[in-house]
Each structure stands twice: as C-alpha cells, then as structure tokens.
C-alpha cells in the first residue's frame, strides 16, 4: 500500500495502523504529532488508526522555544 | 468610555475599521492580556498587543536582559542589558503607549503560583521557552478557564495554536500529550533560532489575541499553523479533542497541576 510520509512515498504493509507506521519508520511517538490528510491523529487514537491507499502523513516536531 | 482626544487619534486605524471601531478599541482598552516570558515571542506580542491598546498587560519571566538575547528579543535594547527582562518590557511599552498599565511579574511561574497570576487575566500567550512550563502553562489555562494562544518556535520553523479545552475544543495535551522524554529533541547548545522567526510568531500570537478579545474572525482554536520560514510556507492542520485526553476529557486523570523535570537545556529563547 502507498502512502506519503513527509512529502515522500512508502510503501508500508496493508493493515498498518499509525503506530505500526512509526515502528517501520523507527519514530519515537513522544515529541511528535502525527498529522494524517491535514488532521492531528490523537497519540490515544495510533494503534487504532488503520492508513489508506494514498493517505497522506505528516510527521510534526513538537517545538518548545520561546 | 469616552475617548480622550488623544486616544481618538492614536486609535484612528482601528476605530476606522468596521470590525473593530469605536466599541472594539474600547474593548481593546478594558483587555487584560497575560503574557509567559518576555523572550523571542513575548517581545514582539508584547509590543504590537501595547501599541494597540490592551488596557492591562501581565508579563512574567525571571530572567535578566542577556546580550545574545538581542538578536531577536526586540523589546529589549543594550542599554538594558543585566536588567530584569520584565522591567525592561514595561519600559519600552511605557514609552510606547501610556494607556497601558503593566503588571511585570519578575517571578518563575510554579505550581504554586501560577494560578492566582493568569485568574485576573482574560487572555494568555505562551511565549515560553521549555515544555515544562508549557505544560504548565495549558494545565493552569484549563483549571482557569482561560484561552491559551500558544507559540513555539525551534531553527526555522514555528507553531501557533489556540487552545480552548474547557469550550470543548483541544488543549495542548490533546495534541502533545507529555513533554519529549530528556535527549529527545535536539540539544539546545546545537539549536539556534532565526531572529525574526520570532517576529512573525510572536506578532501571529497578539493577532489571534486581538481577535479573541474582539471576537472577530476565525479563532485558530482547533487548528494548528506551522510555519516554515525556509519554504516560507504555512500550513493549517486540524487537531481534534482527544477523547482520552489526561487533562480535558470526560477520562482525565490530571485533576490538578504537577510539575514536570527542569527544562532540559538552559538556552534562553
């Protein structure tokens, strides 16, 4: 199955969900937000999010400077 | 309120707009605005919130006027430098405008604290510059019921959000849950910040803020804008409430605030 991760495509088994993704891509969940087709996907919600053909995911730094 | 004639002409940019007017200028003049830190973003929020005229400006940081500040902490100037970043903000806003009074908190922000400070305001920014405080900062705005415009930056790339989790909308935790573990995000001695990155987020804060106290326009509440000042591109994504969000869900296990580890670098943003 195709998707797109930061812009570039991957291929990524069927029946993945966003934490499997971040396990394939070696992300730790912590610091980060997972953006999937311009919608936050809740840190709660990964392992119960199952990706699409074609679905479009963004990897967003939490970033803390003032 | 009657305006003085001074006020008619300072304000007439604002007055003039159908959106804002006389009322709006008014209410402009009754806001209290509280901002966290007086830093990269707080110095130009804090500027452009005192020239259009918020009544009553709250800043707290406990830090003092650094000379590698300078290079984006605009509110502050050389000859400040040693001297308490608040009292050097209140001076510049002083000088600017004197419709506005400003309550300048040279304090670190605590569990202890931190609640009895934001209660006398209607609005908050985050301009802080570790997670720990910010973590604090969204937890406080939601035991207070206050809305909680939020800036970040890191390089070349800043966030802005609005958070509302007591109106039903996302709290900061509903997008990031906890702060990054220790090590995680990249050491600050190797970071930096472009300078006027700070400018366009700190000034986006006091726009969202403006708007929130005239309640004008489209509140990013719900949403959050990323900026990427290479690409020069922006970015608007939707962020919904976690429905098992530990601060503002049905679920919440947060029931008063904590204090998380130090920050984990000391870099002054």
């Known amino acids: 199955m195709d998707i797109t991760v930061n812009g570039k495509a991957k291929d990524i088994p069927y029946g993945s969900t966003i934490e499997t993704l971040l396990m394939i891509l070696d992300i730790s969940p912590n610091g980060i937000a997972v953006e999937?087709?311009?919608?936050?996907?809740?840190?709660?919600?990964?392992?119960?999010?199952?990706?699409?053909?074609?679905?479009?995911?963004?990897?967003?730094q939490m970033v803390g400077g003032g | 309120m009657d305006f003085t004639d001074e006020q008619v002409e300072r304000y007439s940019r604002h007055i003039i707009l159908p959106e804002v007017g006389g009322k709006g200028q008014e209410k402009l003049l009754n806001a209290k605005v509280f901002i966290l830190g007086a830093g990269g973003l707080g110095s130009p929020a804090l500027m452009y919130l005192a020239a259009a005229g918020v009544g009553t400006i709250g800043v707290a940081d406990a830090d003092v006027v650094d000379l590698s500040n300078l290079q984006r902490q605009i509110i502050h100037n050389n000859s400040r430098i040693g001297q308490a970043k608040v009292e050097s903000a209140k001076q510049t806003i002083n000088e600017m405008n004197p419709d506005v009074k400003v309550n300048a908190i040279n304090e670190r922000l605590t569990v202890d604290n931190i609640r009895e400070v934001l209660r006398d305001y209607d609005v908050l920014l985050d301009g802080?510059?570790?997670?720990?405080?910010?973590?604090?900062?969204?937890?406080?705005?939601?035991?207070?019921?206050?809305?909680?415009?939020?800036?970040?930056?890191?390089?070349?790339?800043?966030?802005?959000?609005?958070?509302?989790?007591?109106?039903?909308?996302?709290?900061?935790?509903?997008?990031?849950?906890?702060?990054?573990?220790?090590?995680?995000?990249?050491?600050?001695?190797?970071?930096?910040?472009?300078?006027?990155?700070?400018?366009?987020?700190?000034?986006?804060?006091?726009?969202e803020a403006i708007k929130e106290i005239l309640s004008i326009g489209d509140s990013l509440a719900g949403q959050l804008l990323i900026f990427d000042s290479l690409k020069m591109v922006f970015r608007k994504v939707r962020v919904m409430k976690d429905p098992e969000c530990a601060l503002c869900s049905p679920t919440a296990t947060i029931k008063e605030l904590t204090a998380y580890e130090e920050a984990v670098c000391d870099l002054r943003f």
């Open chain 2, 128 to 207: 802080s510059d570790n997670f720990p405080t910010r973590f604090l900062m969204n937890d406080a705005a939601y035991f207070e019921n206050k809305p909680l415009i939020s800036g970040s930056m890191f390089r070349f790339e800043g966030q802005v959000a609005t958070f509302k989790g007591n109106e039903g909308l996302p709290c900061y935790r509903c997008l990031y849950p906890e702060p990054p573990p220790k090590g995680m995000v990249p050491s600050c001695g190797e970071a930096g910040v472009l300078g006027a990155l700070a400018g366009v987020i700190g000034v986006l804060q006091a726009v």
């Open chain 1, 36 to 60: 999937m087709n311009k919608q936050v996907i809740p840190k709660t919600r990964h392992n119960v999010t199952f990706l699409r053909d074609e679905d479009d995911i963004e990897i967003i």
